[in-house]
């Protein structure tokens, strides 16, 4: 009786407007601290067990990922998104779309490109987070 149960649970919707809004916002702050290098809101953004997947393979926990946001290796220099979508189950949310980017690099000095992506926020004290992020680069 109670698998049941658990499928009602975790069956997942479709968010409503206002939950579109909210997630999507919160998915393009991020993205803007991301390009401002905003250590602070970025470390704020996400949670601790953070699992952050670049469209090139690299894995990364939070220590690594706000260590290679500072470092400046490679930057986010623009972004847009379309296609976003979002699915909320309870205190987990998943974000969805289409990403388009620009980088500076040292070397390659700019690059440029198209990934589809996945974010999985969580709410941890009132507040959506992210939790994990995977991007596959689009051919």
Known sequence: MLIPLLAII?????ASDVEQAVLLRIEHQRLDATVSRD?????????????????????????QYLAYIAKGE???????????????????AVTHGLYTYATNASSPPV??????????YVQEHGQWRLQAWEATKVP
């Open 10 to 14: 975790a069956t997942p919707v479709c």
């Open 74 to 92: 490679v930057t986010l220099a623009s972004y847009d998104m379309t296609q976003e979508k979002v699915r909320v189950m309870g205190d987990v």
């Open 111 to 120: 690059r440029t490109g198209k990934t589809l992506f996945t974010g999985v």
């Open 39 to 63: 250590l602070p809101t970025l470390d704020r953004m996400t949670t601790g067990d953070l699992n952050y997947v670049h469209a090139s393979g690299l894995r990364q926990n939070k220590a």
